[in-house]
């Protein structure tokens, strides 16, 4: 699915965020959280921007309960138990049910 497949009902998680100093495992973790999010069922499509320290991370889903196995799933609870206590300086999680979409293609391909 791309972004253009998000629509009015599914949700969106959005994580925004500031890295510590101490970020010791946590290159390999976010690949792995990433990837099971990518394969949990009900996952949608995600994006980033930020500039490697403070960023957004946004992930969509189908609905409520996709959020839910997700947020059941045993390596995302110990990534969020690491990130708590040392990866982020701070952070904001929030969770928005999407009512409405526009989407306008890139001309670039």
């Given at each position: 699915m791309e972004r253009n497949g998000i629509s009015k009902g599914n949700f969106a998680v959005i994580f925004s965020y500031d890295k510590s100093t101490d970020l010791e495992g946590y290159q390999?973790?976010?690949?792995?959280?990433?990837?099971?999010?990518?394969?949990?069922?009900g996952y949608l499509w995600h994006e980033y921007k930020g500039d490697g320290n403070v960023g957004i991370f946004i992930s969509y889903w189908k609905d409520e309960a996709a959020i839910d196995r997700w947020r059941k799933n045993t390596i995302h609870q110990q990534a969020k138990t690491k990130a708590k206590s040392t990866w982020y300086d701070w952070y904001h999680s929030m969770i928005c049910k999407i009512e409405h979409t526009s989407f306008k293609p890139s001309e670039n391909g």
């Open positions: 390999e973790m976010d690949a792995l959280s990433l990837k099971l999010a990518m394969e949990t069922e």
